[in-house]
């Protein structure tokens, strides 16, 4: 016969039971999957701040650019509202994507800002942009264009 060799368990081992290491486990998927959650919102969050930030340079740089070269300039709303594009002339001057799920609503008075070779803003209302998380207003006034931003 052959020898087999026998192991004999002790009553005082240390270890971890299956139902421990699933709650440790599951502890940490709640914890893991609730940081997850809540920097999926943030991002979202911080993207939204940051077209509003770069549309107000984009704004400011078409209106500088007519000035400096006297021509009108102008930002058409594209692609299904989704993204614009600064033109002069007929030139295409840069175009930008909104962020997902974001767009121009049509409630908005504006759909083109232009600038008169002097400057000031040939159009003014509101940009009404429409977002997961509701609607924000950016108000155009006449005159230097100036911007407000609302929630």
């Known amino acids: 016969m052959a020898n087999f060799v026998q192991y004999k368990f002790k009553s005082d081992e240390k270890g971890f039971t299956i139902i421990e290491m699933l709650l440790v486990l599951s502890i940490v998927m709640v914890v893991s999957s609730s940081v997850i959650l809540l920097s999926a919102s943030k991002l979202e969050e911080m993207e939204e701040e940051r077209f509003y930030k770069q549309l107000h340079l984009d704004i400011q740089r078409i209106q500088a650019i007519s000035i400096g070269e006297n021509k009108y300039t102008y930002i058409y709303f594209i692609n299904n509202r989704r ?23 049509d409630e908005s008075t504006i759909k083109t800002i232009s600038f008169h070779p002097n400057g000031n803003l040939n159009n003014f209302g509101n940009l009404l942009f429409e977002t997961e998380r509701g609607e924000k207003r950016i108000t155009l006034y006449i005159g230097r264009g100036v911007i407000n931003y609302e929630k």
Do not use: G, H, T
């Open 83 to 105: 993204s614009y594009q600064a033109r002069s002339a007929n030139v295409i001057l840069f175009e930008k994507e909104l962020p997902r799920n974001m767009q121009l609503a």
